[in-house]
């Protein structure tokens, strides 16, 4: 690096900090152990998801037929078929593919924006910074309306034995299957939801700290790359929920 | 920083960006949701379509956690240290999925 004045100067000895385990820095693999352990927490959640998938009964009738059931297990195509705008048409995983669409875009601006870090160019690693933050908060706002879109229902709900009709979701009763249906629904996007937002908001700190060159005097872009690792982890795990949640 | 040396770089000594296998990488992740949809839009739903549905997010979570998280050019002990762990989970899965339909099994038979 262009400055490194002697106070910054590290220490090489083995046991002053000199050595790097796994010739990664501090941060990085401190980064990697703790996505390491939310993955975790995601596996706990999708395999709990498919435990509770297992024990109940599968649909098993022609997918045309389907109705929304207590009885069984619903097809996702039939629950996720909603765009937003076009109201009442059938749109199986559209809007699902839309944003899946723009995570992994988001997650490219992001590996963009750490290249341009190691090239130690500000300005594209603001202007790439900003796209991220831009997809980011896209992607809040799909699943906002996903969100709001099942927890209102469709316009003909569920019909039950006694001929009431059930509309929506929420944590103990749902149109659309059994009650764990909806739960794990909540609890698996709704986790994943919660970590696009912190990624947002790590990326406007890292942002505003681009801008105001805190990294250029540093001499180096790497906590762009730290976020950068978590960033690419939601993606990651956007990429499981989205096959074991609306494709399976 | 206390020590600020002020070293902003004309614009003519910034290297040029090296972005083709970052775009590479994004087509390809791009083409395997696109195979993903093809599937589930014309194959029945069954144990196959959901083993093809299986590989191929394997495939793009290499890409994502090789390329994009770089963990490809790491050293070989960090690679393993976080492969290793993920195999576990992916034990568990199978042996809960496998307990989930045991315990449907017993359930339905014992009730019929």
Same mark, same amino acid.
Not at chain 1, 69 to 80: A, G, H, L, M
Not at chain 1, 109 to 132: F, P, S
Not at chain 2, 68 to 82: D, Q, R, T
């Given at each position: 690096m262009s400055t490194s004045t002697t106070l910054e100067a590290p220490k090489s000895g083995t046991w002053d900090g000199g050595n790097e385990p796994l010739k990664a820095s501090y941060g990085k693999l401190m980064m990697w152990f703790f996505l390491l352990s939310d993955a975790f927490t995601f596996g706990a959640f999708l395999i709990v998801y498919g435990l509770s998938r297992h024990k109940h009964l599968p649909y098993t009738g022609e997918p045309e037929a389907f109705t929304f059931s207590t009885e069984y297990w619903p097809i996702p195509e039939k629950v996720f078929n909603a765009f937003p705008g076009l109201h009442g048409m059938d749109l199986p995983l559209a809007f699902v593919a839309l944003m899946t669409m723009i995570l992994i875009l988001s997650s490219v601006t992001m590996v963009l924006a750490v290249e341009a870090g190691h090239r130690m160019d500000k300005n594209d690693v603001q202007k790439w910074l900003l796209w991220t933050i831009l997809f980011g908060a896209t992607f809040l706002g799909c699943q906002a309306w996903e969100w709001a879109h099942f927890i209102t229902g469709t316009d003909e709900g569920m019909l039950l034995a006694d001929g009431t009709r059930v509309f929506g979701a929420n944590l103990t009763v749902n149109q659309y299957g059994p009650p764990l249906f909806a739960d794990l629904f909540f609890f698996i996007t709704g986790f994943h939801g919660t970590h696009v937002f912190s990624g947002v908001v790590l990326l406007l700190m890292i942002f505003i700290n681009t801008v105001n060159g805190v990294y250029h005097k540093r001499g180096h872009y790497e906590m762009v790359e730290k976020v950068g690792l978590y960033w690419h982890f939601v993606d990651l795990v956007w990429v499981f929920v989205f096959t074991f949640f609306y494709l399976i | *920083?206390?020590?600020?040396?002020?070293?902003?770089?004309?614009?003519?000594?910034?290297?040029?960006?090296?972005?083709?296998?970052?775009?590479?990488?994004?087509?390809?992740?791009?083409?395997?949701? +696109?195979?993903?949809?093809?599937?589930?839009?014309? *194959?029945? +739903?069954?144990?196959?379509?959901?083993?093809?549905? &299986? &590989?191929?997010? &394997?495939?793009? +979570?290499?890409?994502?956690?090789?390329?994009? *998280?770089?963990?490809?050019?790491?050293?070989?002990?960090?690679?393993?240290?976080?492969? #290793?762990? *993920?195999?576990?989970? +992916?034990? #568990?899965?199978?042996?809960? &999925?496998?307990?989930?339909?045991y315990y449907f099994e017993s359930v339905t038979n014992y009730f019929r």
């Amino acid at each position: 690096m262009s400055t490194s004045t002697t106070l910054e100067a590290p220490k090489s000895g083995t046991w002053d900090g000199g050595n790097e385990p796994l010739k990664a820095s501090y941060g990085k693999l401190m980064m990697w152990f703790f996505l390491l352990s939310d993955a975790f927490t995601f596996g706990a959640f999708l395999i709990v998801y498919g435990l509770s998938r297992h024990k109940h009964l599968p649909y098993t009738g022609e997918p045309e037929a389907f109705t929304f059931s207590t009885e069984y297990w619903p097809i996702p195509e039939k629950v996720f078929n909603a765009f937003p705008g076009l109201h009442g048409m059938d749109l199986p995983l559209a809007f699902v593919a839309l944003m899946t669409m723009i995570l992994i875009l988001s997650s490219v601006t992001m590996v963009l924006a750490v290249e341009a870090g190691h090239r130690m160019d500000k300005n594209d690693v603001q202007k790439w910074l900003l796209w991220t933050i831009l997809f980011g908060a896209t992607f809040l706002g799909c699943q906002a309306w996903e969100w709001a879109h099942f927890i209102t229902g469709t316009d003909e709900g569920m019909l039950l034995a006694d001929g009431t009709r059930v509309f929506g979701a929420n944590l103990t009763v749902n149109q659309y299957g059994p009650p764990l249906f909806a739960d794990l629904f909540f609890f698996i996007t709704g986790f994943h939801g919660t970590h696009v937002f912190s990624g947002v908001v790590l990326l406007l700190m890292i942002f505003i700290n681009t801008v105001n060159g805190v990294y250029h005097k540093r001499g180096h872009y790497e906590m762009v790359e730290k976020v950068g690792l978590y960033w690419h982890f939601v993606d990651l795990v956007w990429v499981f929920v989205f096959t074991f949640f609306y494709l399976i | *920083m206390a020590t600020h040396h002020d070293h902003d770089l004309p614009a003519g000594e910034i290297p040029k960006p090296q972005t083709k296998a970052i775009w590479k990488t994004f087509f390809i992740l791009v083409a395997l949701t +696109a195979v993903e949809f093809l599937f589930a839009f014309t *194959m029945d +739903a069954g144990t196959l379509r959901n083993s093809i549905f &299986i &590989i191929l997010t &394997i495939f793009k +979570a290499f890409y994502i956690v090789a390329e994009f *998280m770089h963990l490809k050019h790491e050293a070989k002990a960090l690679i393993w240290s976080v492969l #290793l762990p *993920m195999a576990l989970v +992916a034990w #568990l899965m199978v042996a809960l &999925i496998s307990e989930g339909s045991y315990y449907f099994e017993s359930v339905t038979n014992y009730f019929r």
